[in-house]
């Protein structure tokens, strides 16, 4: 349950680029991933070979590239564990998000929690109250304060985040499906830092809605997915109507086509959708426990060498079972965009600082801006203790 990192990295040609002189080391995936050569080469092969519109021509081109996109469609619902008419290509997580809240009739409040990223946060205020669930000081979610809140309000949806895109926390999301559902509520996880990183499957997750964006998981921008129980899509009115979401137009009406057709109005990120059902082709082939496996391994040694930097301040918890290879931290006094940017100039360390789309989060803790660095499956030992010693080295001297 193991891989070669280094054969892996020959795969990213962007990793051979120097900053300043020095070999770049790039630990901000968490904003977005480097994508390897056969993700890019779909993406040319698509404008060179099978350039066409998808669903609407009955010529060549135009079925070679409605096959491709319902064939990446098929491969991202085998890799979570849903059927083929259950994923919704759109733009990226928060569109997906934004989808649930324009169109699922939620009775009740929205439940969620203070560790959020924002894009999970403010779709829900338009049209429902939002309750937060506290999170401990490390950033754990209170499970005891998740059943009060459950217990004491009239809640229509639970929808959390699995990985914590602050923090790095993961959280409990089975049994946090199984409180919501005992309680009548749906499930929504949002995995936009856990399905890039480890195995997720929708069944074993009992969800009833999934959200994640391509652009973290070595597929291109502008493409990501939303997973939805069959029967939720068919009740669901779509977020947006034009072409290629009906079956029949009149001037007096229309009729939908099919889920999931119907929530995809317009000529999709075709391009995207091909080569982000590449890029899950990739992460298969690896394999997500030997991912997870991996960055587990990263994140330990950078967790350990944190621990020991006095002037560092570590946010979030220490135990790498709860954690992706996401470490955050800080050096107090000194602004947090400065010392990214130092790491980047001195180091080309390539991290990122500010509040990391969870202002709330950040704000909860008193902890203000941190920097925080993001690791994937291409990083490496090496690279973990660079970063290391000279976040240590910094912090001596600035
Ligand atoms: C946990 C989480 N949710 C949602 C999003 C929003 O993703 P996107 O900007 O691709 O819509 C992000 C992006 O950082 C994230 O980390």
């Given at each position: 349950?193991s891989?070669d990192v280094?054969s892996?990295?020959?795969?990213?040609?962007?990793l051979?680029?120097e900053?300043?002189?020095r070999?770049?080391v790039y630990m901000?995936?968490?904003a977005?991933?480097?994508?390897?050569r056969?993700v890019?080469?779909a993406?040319?092969d698509?404008?060179e070979?099978?350039c066409?519109?998808?669903?609407?021509?009955?010529?060549?081109?135009?079925?070679?590239a409605s096959?491709l996109y319902?064939?990446?469609?098929?491969t991202?619902s085998?890799?979570?564990?849903?059927?083929e008419?259950?994923?919704?290509?759109v733009?990226n997580?928060?569109?997906a998000?934004?989808?649930v809240?324009?169109?699922?009739p939620?009775?009740?409040?929205v439940?969620?929690?203070?560790a959020e990223?924002?894009s999970?946060?403010?779709p829900?205020?338009?049209r429902?109250?939002?309750?937060?669930?506290?999170?401990?000081?490390t950033?754990?979610?209170?499970?005891?304060?998740?059943?009060?809140?459950?217990?004491g309000?009239?809640?229509?949806?639970v929808s959390?985040?699995h990985?914590s895109?602050g923090l790095?926390?993961i959280?409990?999301v089975?049994?946090?499906?199984?409180?919501?559902r005992?309680?009548?509520?749906?499930?929504?996880?949002d995995?936009s830092?856990s399905?890039p990183?480890?195995p997720?499957n929708?069944?074993e997750?009992?969800?009833?809605?999934?959200?994640f964006?391509g652009h973290?998981m070595?597929?291109?921008?502008g493409?990501g997915?939303?997973y939805?129980?069959?029967e939720h899509?068919?009740s669901?009115?779509p977020f947006?109507?034009?072409?290629?979401m009906?079956?029949e137009?009149?001037?007096?009406g229309f009729?939908?086509a099919n889920?999931?057709?119907k929530?995809?109005a317009?000529?999709?990120?075709?391009?995207?959708a091909?080569a982000l059902g590449v890029?899950v082709?990739?992460?298969?082939?690896?394999?997500?426990?030997?991912?997870?496996?991996h960055?587990r391994?990263l994140?330990?040694?950078?967790l350990?060498?944190f621990?020991q930097?006095?002037?560092v301040?570590?946010?979030g918890p220490?135990?790498?079972d709860?954690r992706s290879?996401?470490?955050?931290f800080?050096?107090?006094?000194?602004?947090?965009?400065?010392?990214?940017k130092?790491?980047?100039n001195?180091?080309?360390?390539?991290?990122?600082?500010g509040?990391?789309?969870a202002?709330?989060l950040?704000?909860?803790?008193g902890?203000?801006?941190?920097?925080?660095?993001s690791l994937y499956?291409?990083?490496t030992?090496e690279?973990?203790?660079?970063?290391?010693?000279a976040?240590d080295?910094?912090?001596q001297v600035?």
């Amino acid at each position: 349950m193991s891989f070669d990192v280094l054969s892996v990295r020959e795969d990213f040609a962007i990793l051979k680029r120097e900053i300043n002189g020095r070999p770049m080391v790039y630990m901000d995936s968490a904003a977005t991933s480097l994508k390897p050569r056969p993700v890019i080469d779909a993406v040319l092969d698509f404008y060179e070979n099978h350039c066409a519109n998808i669903h609407r021509g009955v010529h060549q081109l135009s079925q070679e590239a409605s096959e491709l996109y319902e064939d990446a469609r098929y491969t991202i619902s085998r890799f979570i564990g849903a059927m083929e008419r259950e994923i919704v290509f759109v733009r990226n997580a928060s569109e997906a998000l934004n989808l649930v809240a324009h169109s699922l009739p939620i009775d009740g409040a929205v439940l969620t929690t203070t560790a959020e990223h924002h894009s999970n946060l403010l779709p829900w205020g338009r049209r429902n109250e939002v309750i937060v669930v506290d999170i401990s000081p490390t950033g754990i979610l209170d499970l005891e304060d998740l059943a009060r809140k459950l217990k004491g309000n009239k809640v229509g949806l639970v929808s959390v985040t699995h990985v914590s895109n602050g923090l790095g926390v993961i959280n409990p999301v089975k049994q946090i499906g199984e409180m919501a559902r005992a309680h009548g509520a749906y499930f929504l996880v949002d995995g936009s830092q856990s399905v890039p990183h480890m195995p997720v499957n929708v069944h074993e997750l009992d969800c009833d809605f999934l959200v994640f964006s391509g652009h973290k998981m070595l597929g291109p921008s502008g493409v990501g997915v939303l997973y939805a129980r069959s029967e939720h899509l068919e009740s669901m009115e779509p977020f947006l109507l034009g072409s290629d979401m009906i079956s029949e137009v009149h001037l007096d009406g229309f009729k939908l086509a099919n889920i999931p057709w119907k929530f995809e109005a317009g000529t999709p990120n075709i391009e995207g959708a091909i080569a982000l059902g590449v890029a899950v082709e990739y992460l298969e082939d690896l394999g997500m426990d030997a991912v997870r496996a991996h960055e587990r391994e990263l994140a330990t040694l950078a967790l350990e060498g944190f621990q020991q930097m006095r002037n560092v301040q570590l946010l979030g918890p220490t135990d790498p079972d709860i954690r992706s290879g996401v470490i955050t931290f800080k050096r107090p006094n000194i602004e947090a965009h400065a010392f990214a940017k130092l790491l980047s100039n001195r180091y080309s360390i390539l991290i990122r600082s500010g509040f990391h789309c969870a202002q709330p989060l950040f704000e909860t803790l008193g902890a203000g801006e941190s920097c925080r660095a993001s690791l994937y499956l291409y990083n490496t030992t090496e690279e973990v203790a660079a970063l290391v010693s000279a976040v240590d080295a910094l912090s001596q001297v600035v």
